[in-house]
């Protein structure tokens, strides 16, 4: 794939289009500044950043339409679908794989307007939020009535609930409280053809196959979120913090497992490697680092607490206390030294990737063998976090200064998606497809697989209006 296919593109909606989505949601929330085009060009994918440093930017829209509520949304999409414009959905913009930029031009729809927290359902433990309320904003309509979603991305404070829901979204306490397609019970979702479907939320049903899973990762090709219905978890009374070093990935990954496999639950549980301990956690050298946070009721968490130390330090741990996590915990947030390495020159990512426990060591040593091979890496590195009984999310982190920054960038990924399918692991497991992974999808799914998708994505959008090239989409 050339990386800069859609560089300089710009889309053009018609002007009867325009003008009729202005009458369905007022003229003030239709923007074709160049401000906003540019604005909305681009989402996370750190090597579109990369690039529009030097002024390549991606397909530029036509316009930019930010509705309020469904309604608006189904007349927009009618609209699209009569004048064949292509509409890319865009939360606030955190994606890293290129799954909010519209590729073909036309239509932004920026649903940063439906931001509302809707009701809280005590009894049930569930609460109601539109599709487009920023992470931190909802956490906050939570905690002061008492409660916690339980899904605390990096992304926080810069994506939404849709955003989350469109890529199969994992948090950073994730081995407690689940992953977003555990969180969700019911959503509305206004369909391609301007049609709104609800699914009502329950516990669970048994009514065929599930509505959910088409919009649990659709990424915005087979419908837009606009409501969801989420379950909730009270405020924790007692938390739990320890860390513990060890000699190596494979010790470290070994014990998670025990652990887990004794039924323990820690909201977070991450291995960092040596690389990773030593910029972070600067006094420990030449060891791997373990984090654990446990947190509830509080004979339960005293309990999980003293299982997982046992376990630990029968396994060559050596305690290291609190404040590694405490570290952790102020730094989750800074994704800054990302953007400094590209002003520098530098080419920086992140991939994460997911497989079994018996394949988690070997996928690990293979993927950081394969990347620091390339020509011009200058780091590569990796921790483990979202944890499963079965296996584990791995991420690493490149970065390089490169003479050919295209190339290396492709190859870096290529060398990664290969070691990763080398070892039964899954190409993506929580950040989704986007426009940049898609290129793996034969080799992830099959071509029975990808097959199934395109007839999916013919059947519910026969005009691809929505997001166009992303996920599975034509080319």
Known sequence: MNVETFMSKRGEAPSRFIEKVKGAVGEENISQSECDLISYSLDYWLYGVFLSQYGKLPSLPSVVISPKNSQEIQ?????????????????????VLGGAIPIEGDAVL??????????????????????????????????????????????????TLGGWISTRAVGQFSTKYGKIEDMVLGMEVVLPDGNLLNIKPVPRRSTGPSLKELFLGGEGTLGIVTKAVVSVHPLPERTIKQSFAFPSVEVALDVVRKILRGDAKPAVV???????????????????????????????????????????????????????????????????????????????????VVSLFKDAANLYNDMVSAMRAMEGAISVSGHYSHFYREGACLYITFAGFPKDPSRYYKDTWTAAMEATLKNNGSISHHHGIGFWRKDFMQEELG???????????LALDPNGILNKGKLIDGK
């Open 110 to 159: 920026n649903l940063q307007r439906m931001n509302k927290f809707i009701s809280l359902d005590e009894t049930s433990l569930v609460a109601e939020f539109e599709g487009g309320i920023i992470g931190a904003n909802l956490e906050r309509e939570l905690n002061h009535r008492g409660y916690s979603m339980g899904s605390i991305p990096q992304s926080l404070h810069c994506s």
């Open 75 to 95: 007349s927009i999409l009618k609209y699209a679908n009569e004048y064949k414009v292509h509409i890319t959905p865009f939360g606030a913009g955190s994606g």
């Open 447 to 457: 071509p029975h697989g990808v097959e199934l998708l395109q007839k999916i994505k």
């Open 270 to 352: 991450r291995i960092f490697d040596e690389p990773e301990t030593a910029r972070y956690f600067g006094q420990i050298k030449n060891k791997v680092t373990i984090i654990f946070i446990s947190e509830g009721e509080t004979d339960f968490v005293e309990l999980e607490g003293r299982l997982i130390k046992r376990i630990a330090e029968e396994n060559g741990g050596e305690t290291t206390g609190e404040k590694l996590v405490d570290i952790w915990l102020e730094k989750r947030f800074d994704i800054g030294l990302g953007p400094i390495i590209m002003q520098q020159g530098g080419i920086v990512d992140t991939i994460e």
